[in-house]
């Protein structure tokens, strides 16, 4: 009977010293478990992307929206299981405040292309880095790793490894941040 008394002392002790989560971290849970908030953040990249019609842009021509870029390739089994998800994320709430981007880190902007077409994925536009460059600017652990940034291009979350991107945390997270600016 001591011992059971003093363990539930000692969790009600634990459980008051513990932090509620707020902010983005409330979001961490299912799917997103393995999101993160850095200390540091990079800066987002200045570099150009380009699609097989030629278009370019660059992420800084999105400042004014929350974007999830997605930094993928056909060759990894991970980001072919998550892109249809991404995909759907973008159909459902992609809007003038939200949008998906994913680069592709194959060998042409065409591999993306057409895997894009051969797998229905029609919401997405199919970027590329073509300089190879972006794993290093961004300090990706491995591929797929996504990055959140806000409305004024600051990284705020990142989350390496497979997600689904269709979950309902994943369309709460994304409310929050849409609805916050």
């Not at 011992?3 to 983005?24: E, F, R």
């Not at 929206?65 to 459902?92: D, F």
């Amino acid at each position: 009977m001591l011992v059971l008394g003093l363990v539930a002392i000692l969790l009600v002790i634990v459980q008051s010293c513990s932090q509620p989560k707020v902010g983005i971290d409330a979001f961490s849970k299912g799917t997103l478990k393995r999101l993160s908030v850095l200390s540091t953040p990079p800066d987002q990249p200045k570099m150009y992307l380009t699609t097989t019609t030629g278009s370019q842009m660059k992420l800084s021509d999105y400042k004014g929206k929350v974007i999830l870029l997605n930094v993928w390739a056909t060759w990894c089994a991970p980001c072919i299981a998550e892109m249809p998800t991404l995909n759907r994320l973008q159909m459902v709430m992609g809007s003038e405040n939200f949008e998906v981007i994913t680069i592709s880190m194959d060998r042409t902007a065409d591999d993306a292309k057409l895997w894009f077409e051969e797998n229905d994925i029609s919401a997405l536009t199919p970027w590329h880095d073509a300089s190879y460059s972006i794993s290093g600017k961004l300090r990706l652990p491995g591929l797929p790793t996504s990055i959140l940034y806000d409305v004024y291009g600051r990284e705020i979350a990142r989350l390496p490894g497979e997600a689904d991107w269709n979950s309902t945390e994943v369309k709460s997270l994304i409310s929050y941040l849409v609805e916050e600016n």
